[in-house]
Nanobody, 114 residues
Framework: QVQLVESGGGLVQPGGSLRLSCAASGIDFRRSYMGWYRQAPGKQRDLVATITSGVGSTNYADSVKDRFTISRDNAKSTMFLQMSNLKPEDTAVYYC???????WGRGTQVTVSS
């Protein structure tokens, strides 16, 4: 059974930082192409960042470039999203996804507000 469990969300002030984690089980994580998505209220779910298997090449949405960093620890089957200089428009539910599959986590809420 595939499980993707996100954690690390919360309430943070503009300019602050958060680190999200996605713990995966039931998949060959080391060989999985992984990604983070987010969905704000009333909006579609958008891609935030991806990281390949192997060398771990990364890709980012323009809106988060130079502020967010995606990474992975294959030994712990865990993916991370380090978010800095957070803005109110980053407020959303953040989801972990195995790219090219139907596997999604349940999401973790990130709220950026003063």
């Amino acid at each position: 059974q595939v499980q993707l469990v996100e954690s690390g969300g919360g309430l943070v002030q503009p300019g602050g930082s958060l680190r999200l984690s996605c713990a995966a089980s039931g998949i060959d994580f080391r060989r999985s192409y992984m990604g983070w998505y987010r969905q704000a209220p009333g909006k579609q779910r958008d891609l935030v960042a991806t990281i390949t298997s192997g060398v771990g090449s990364t890709n980012y949405a323009d809106s988060v470039k130079d502020r967010f960093t995606i990474s992975r620890d294959n030994a712990k089957s865990t993916m991370f999203l380090q978010m800095s200089n957070l803005k109110p428009e980053d407020t959303a539910v953040y989801y972990c996804h195995v790219m090219g599959t139907s596997y999604w986590g349940r999401g973790t809420q990130v709220t950026v507000s003063s």
